[in-house]
């Protein structure tokens, strides 16, 4: 129900001092203050804030905002305060006054916004609070939160649906970054399923520049980048901590005001530097995507990428946090191949369901596709949220196009090798093969032997995966995660292998792909993916015992696991770090992760000779046994010889009948009946 004290045209102008709405706004603001349940998806800097606010002062009781981080509620509070409107947040930052007066104003019904943190959801007494309060409206911000394999992902986001059924009140859920497939996931999980208005207001901002640069030197590549935005504020973005600081440091070298910032720093250092963001004009902030959704700054006029976002969706929201006055904005992503290793070894060890995994390294290919683009950057970012574009005149490409060559020939021979290989080697191997370099994995398969192999030698290494690189971004080839990441083709490379279309690539990034020492790496590519799984597996084994992963397995003992690939238990067995107790518990779990298939059960007395000589000795023994369980002819009466009497012997080794009829279990019986062919055996194992 709504108040008549005001049209929301009337507090637009009166309160919030805006001559009128921008673009989408006004829809969005009647469907909300009707108390109909609402989905936008608005660029960030398109006021999607004014869009929960005022409805807020239009309807009777208040309008609960459930926001992400802390830093970011307390800036739309103070704002709101300093215009009239009673607004209050309940956060683990406030001070006990504080506190105490939003409960007053909630109390006295004085209180038209309340501004709350999702994992206050799980106070036993917060919904009781909100009904007493009269909650009339909530309100979700940042609602991709509630993607459960999205890139900002709080679990604390899956109690809002609970809570709007509780209360059967409206909903309006607010996001700048939503694919279709995100969009379902917040239908379903915040409104029930039910169909809310749909509100798509587009992703372009066009005072945004769009710059990519393939690494080279990256700490002096930002440093001039900086150098070039001297007074004015700016972030950052790194993929570790230890970066962050390392980074922010330099730039405070060259004569900058930077700050570092990331999640390992103790709240109240995080605080400071949020303060000094908002406070000062020409400070940078070198972070982690910790410091994100909080960020409410209208005027931050750079946004640099060190190393590269982990999907196309997070490199919008981070460089949407540039220029959000409208005012030209400037943006600078590096990227390169230790990025690309990095981001697919972290898609390959999380524990999302497999489906997931193949969908987010088609999210990473889409980056690479951006980053590799061949023309208009902004055409190919809209064209991946499924809006046209004319080119914009506002990126690199735009700028200075880039000079493409005719790839159809390479990209064919790389074609040609992953599918000659059948689909089950990752790009170090092709490459090998391409350029023919006879590695012993090569020789072992007889893949020098292929149409394909040295086909490729008028590229270099460097170029090969420049190549591959941008085959991947135009979405040609795909790691698959259930093969280590072993390369398979997508529908859209058939055409080209079949001669049926042609395909041309930006000359540049081959040409300047050099061969360099590689950085060493705990395991080769081939291996790497391989790794990551077994990664995944012991994670998910320590999460499940509560211990840290080391107490599984080593980093070490799954590097040999990777190198080594053991095909059964005795290959496990020997494995530096894999003891009786380990085989046991842990063995054949991490053999179907090598091998795609459980190993075949095994007699626990087996099992104890595992990667012993005795433990193959023991199989032939069993094998002898079960042929002459009726004698020789087959008629005899039916003896048999326990596992433990097998492994006994396998282990003794005895070389007489005397010796063998001194074990247990060897009674005078079976005795005659195995005794000679057992000692036939055992000496001719061990010739």
């Known amino acids: 129900m709504t108040t008549d004290r005001a049209t929301p045209d009337a507090l637009l102008s009166e309160v919030f001092g805006f001559a009128e709405f921008r673009p989408g706004q006004r829809e969005i603001v009647e469907a909300v203050t009707a108390g109909r349940d609402t989905l936008a998806i608005m660029p960030t800097g398109g006021g999607k804030s004014l869009c929960y606010q005022l409805p807020a002062l239009c309807r009777e009781g208040v309008t609960l905002v459930i926001s992400p981080l802390i830093a970011l509620m307390r800036d739309q509070v103070r704002a ?296 208009c950057r902004r055409q190919v970012l809209l064209g991946y949220f499924g809006e046209d574009s004319a080119p914009c005149g506002n990126c690199d490409i735009c700028a200075s196009p880039v000079r493409l060559f005719d790839a159809t020939t390479p990209v064919r021979k790389a074609l040609s090798a992953i599918l000659r290989t059948g689909e089950s080697f990752g790009t170090g191997h092709l490459i090998d093969i391409l350029t023919g370099n006879a590695t012993s994995k090569v020789n072992q398969r007889g893949h020098d032997q ?57 000359e540049d990034t081959v040409a300047a792909a050099q061969d360099r020492p590689a950085v060493r790496a705990m395991v080769s590519d081939e291996n790497a993916t391989l790794l990551s799984a077994l990664k995944a597996k012991r994670r998910a084994l320590a999460e499940e015992a509560r211990v840290p992963a080391y107490v599984i397995f080593t980093d070490n003992t799954l590097i040999q696991m990777a190198e080594n690939r053991p095909a059964d238990m005795d290959a496990m067995a020997r494995i530096s770090g894999v003891g009786t107790t380990k085989l046991e518990r842990y063995g054949a779990l991490f053999l179907q992760v090598i091998t795609g298939a459980a190993p075949p059960a095994q007699h626990p007395q087996r099992r104890r000779l595992a990667g012993r000589d005795a433990g193959a000795l023991y199989d032939a023994l069993f094998d002898l046994a079960r042929g002459l369980e009726r004698g020789e002819d087959g008629t005899g009466k039916l003896l048999t010889l326990s596992p433990a009497t097998l492994r006994a012997v396998a282990e003794a080794r005895p070389a007489s009948l005397d010796a063998l009829g001194r074990l247990r279990g060897m009674d005078p019986a079976r005795l005659d009946r195995f005794g000679e062919a057992m000692l036939a055996r055992i000496a001719a194992f061990d010739d």
């Open 80 to 375: 709101l305060q300093e215009v009239g409107v009673a607004a209050g947040a309940l956060t683990s930052g406030n001070t006990e006054a504080e506190t105490d007066a939003v409960f007053t104003g909630l109390s006295r019904g004085a209180l038209k916004l309340l501004y709350i943190a999702p994992e206050r959801l799980s106070s036993g007494g917060t919904m009781e609070m909100l009904r007493r309060a009269g909650c009339g409206l909530i309100a979700v911000d940042e609602a991709h939160c509630v993607s459960q394999w999205g890139h900002d992902f709080r679990p604390d986001y899956l109690r809002i649906g609970d809570l709007r059924r509780v209360l059967d009140v409206p909903l309006a859920a607010f996001t700048a970054t939503a694919d279709a497939e995100t969009r379902e996931e917040i239908m379903r999980r915040l409104f029930a399923g039910a169909a809310p208005e749909i509100y798509l207001r587009g992703f372009d901002r066009p005072n945004i520049r769009l710059n990519f640069r393939v690494k080279n030197r990256p700490r002096a590549q930002i440093i001039d980048y900086a150098r070039a935005q001297k007074g004015q504020s700016g972030i950052v973005y790194c993929g570790t901590r230890a970066r962050t600081e390392s980074l922010a440091q330099a730039l405070v070298a060259e004569g900058h005001n930077a700050r570092a910032y990331h999640g390992g720093m103790e709240a109240h250092a995080r605080r400071m530097v949020e303060e000094l963001f908002q406070r000062e004009d020409d400070l940078i902030v070198v972070a982690t995507v910790a410091f994100g959704m909080g960020v409410d700054k209208p005027d931050i006029r750079w946004v640099a990428h060190a190393d590269l976002p982990k999907s196309i969706e997070a490199y919008y929201q981070e460089i949407g946090r540039a220029g959000r006055d409208g005012a030209p904005a400037d943006t600078l992503t590096l990227y390169g191949p230790d990025d690309i290793r990095l981001r697919r070894s972290q898609i390959d060890e999380s524990p999302a369901p497999m489906e997931r995994k193949q969908a987010d390294h088609g999210r990473l290919n889409a980056l690479l596709g951006l980053a590799e683009a061949v023309g």
């Open 450 to 506: 292929l149409p394909t192999f040295a086909v490729g030698r008028d590229l270099s290494k460097a170029r090969w995966q420049a190549v591959f690189r941008q085959m991947m971004g135009r979405d040609l080839v795909r790691p698959d995660p259930e093969r280590h990441g072993a390369l398979r083709m997508t529908e859209a490379a058939r055409p080209i292998l079949r001669g049926e279309a042609e395909i041309h690539l930006r």
